[in-house]
């Protein structure tokens, strides 16, 4: 799968069909830039490799965090975008590039309401304290998932007339003689993972080409080319579609590389479920804001239960630790699919501490003595033992029937990609200039999120540089 730069047979049209834009993805970033893009007026196509809209954001959690957000005042929360920049660089290990940062968290706002009342997307009251984050300033979707958001999108799409062409799946750009991107090499009917199945096609993009083909989780030999320790023995939360594609695509017309060996892993995924699975948002939203996490081999907390990503997973993997989250009963009635993740045994319920130690094999004296000071922290409003902001919000104290969780981290997000500036254009290696023609915008590209993503950043950066993407590649001359 190469580039194209030759033109065809004389009488022979350079293109099967042609478009203003074409859009490669069908995730949160790939269709907000193609909303974008029909609003001002342009012809745009939406192509997606797998069976299924959405990729990775059909499973997403859904959790938006926003800068200034409408129910801080209310609660009276200061924030600000420069605090969630802060943030940000702070998870990120200042490897963040500092035009991007500032761009999604001035954005977020703005696309927080756009998704609230342009696409009637339905968020749950409150806010939650996500890790690494100074303030509460998160939103979850009503029904705790990121696809009412997709959905959004997706029925926006039919009623602006913007096509989505399924099993359609890139193979490279096509290039005219002064490097600009016009088009793409297709597959038609593409059958994940067969790469020779379809019929191959060209499809213009007169005015601009925007690439949102997200991350690569799933891509196992080009995850070990970055870091040789993330094998196949690693599991991931992606989709199975998650793969380097579109990427390296990218790559092969001179795009730049920025921080590929950057792939997070999440930190509140279950040992006893494949992938995302029931209960990850179960820890999101009430375990790790309102639990303990403990290493089953001593009975004791290990780390800020709300620290950023990077620090808890690193921690969590840390030799001979066996990480569980053990959530009391007043905040795990919290969760509205609570009964679910009971049902599937994600979750387990003990009466007594003395079941649930005897169950997971855990020291019942130094268990409850861990309870017993952390509830008693709650109480006093300060975590002594690992700086734990435990807020001015309603604490639950962890007590019977328990709720727990055996955790284990998986590969969850990749934070580097192909570099894009703040007007989501992509840059060339050489030159270190805009490549005419081709923008990007989502888990594809890199520089937001530095080393570390901060939870409920991921949503925000799609549709803030999605939109951004979608309207400038409108604008291109053709």
């Known amino acids: ?55 990775n954001s059909a499973l997403s959690g859904g959790l938006f965090a926003v800068a200034n957000a409408p129910l801080q005042a209310a609660e009276g929360i200061e924030d600000s975008p420069a605090l969630l920049a ?23 706002l703005e696309a927080f309401l756009w998704c609230r009342d342009y696409l009637g997307v339905a968020f749950a009251d409150g806010l939650h304290h996500g890790g690494g984050h100074s303030v509460p300033r998160t939103y979850s979707p009503a029904n705790c998932s990121g696809s009412v958001i997709l959905q959004s999108l997706l029925v926006k799409c039919r009623e602006l007339g913007i096509p989505i062409r399924l099993q359609t799946a890139l193979e490279g750009f096509i290039l005219d003689g002064d490097g600009r991107v016009t ?20 499809i213009g993009a007169s005015r601009g080409l925007v690439l949102a083909s997200g991350g690569w989780c799933q891509d196992v030999d080009f995850r070990k080319v970055q870091d040789p320790g993330l094998d196949g023995a690693l599991e991931t939360t992606n989709h199975p579609g998650a793969t380097a594609e579109g990427l390296v695509s990218a790559l092969r017309i001179g795009a730049t590389p920025l921080h590929l060996s950057w792939i997070q892993m999440g930190p509140w995924t279950s040992r006893d479920e494949e992938g ?8 999101v939203l009430v375990g790790l804001r309102h639990g303990v996490m403990i290493d089953a081999s001593t009975g004791r907390r290990f780390v800020n239960e709300l620290a950023d990503r990077l620090s808890r997973a690193r921690e969590m993997v840390a030799a001979g630790r066996d990480p569980m989250l053990i959530v009391g009963a007043r905040a795990a009635r919290q969760y509205p ?49 690992f700086g734990r902001p435990l807020g001015t ?11 727990l969780v055996r955790l284990r981290p998986k590969l969850h997000y990749c934070n580097g990609g192909i570099q894009i500036d703040a007007a989501a254009r992509v ?11 081709l923008l990007a915008a989502g888990e594809v590209t890199g520089g937001v999120h530095g080393a570390c993503r901060l939870g409920g950043m991921a949503i925000p950066e799609c549709i803030v540089f999605g939109r951004i993407a979608g309207r400038n590649a409108s604008q291109l001359e053709q």
């Not at 088009?183 to 060209?202: C, K, L």
């Not at 995302?276 to 820890?283: A, H, K, L, N, R």
């Not at 840059?427 to 490549?435: A, N, T």
């Open 86 to 108: 802060g943030d940000m660089f702070k998870a990120g290990h200042g490897l963040n590039h500092p035009e991007l940062v500032r761009t999604v968290a001035a954005g977020s």
């Open 427 to 437: 840059l060339d290696l050489g030159r270190h200039q805009p490549i005419p023609g």
């Open 276 to 283: 995302w699975g029931v209960s990850t948002m179960f820890s």
């Open 393 to 403: 919000q309603e604490r639950f104290r962890v007590e019977p029937p328990y709720h």
């Open 183 to 202: 088009g793409a090499n297709v597959r038609a009917d593409y059958i994940f993972p067969q790469e020779d199945s379809g019929t191959p096609r060209r």
């Open 337 to 385: 699919n609570l009964a679910q993740c009971l049902k599937r045994g994600a979750v387990k319920r003990y009466g007594t501490l003395e079941e649930l130690a005897q169950d997971q094999a855990i020291d019942l004296a130094a268990l409850a003595a861990t309870l017993e000071h952390f509830n008693q922290s709650l109480d006093e409003g300060v975590d002594l033992e």
């Open 1 to 55: 799968m190469t580039e194209a730069r030759t033109a065809r047979p004389q009488g022979v049209p350079m293109f099967d069909e042609t478009f203003d834009v074409l859009v490669v993805g069908s995730g949160y970033a790939g269709l907000s830039a193609a909303i974008e893009a029909k609003l001002a007026g342009r012809t745009v196509l939406v192509i997606e490799k797998m069976k299924l809209p959405g990729g």
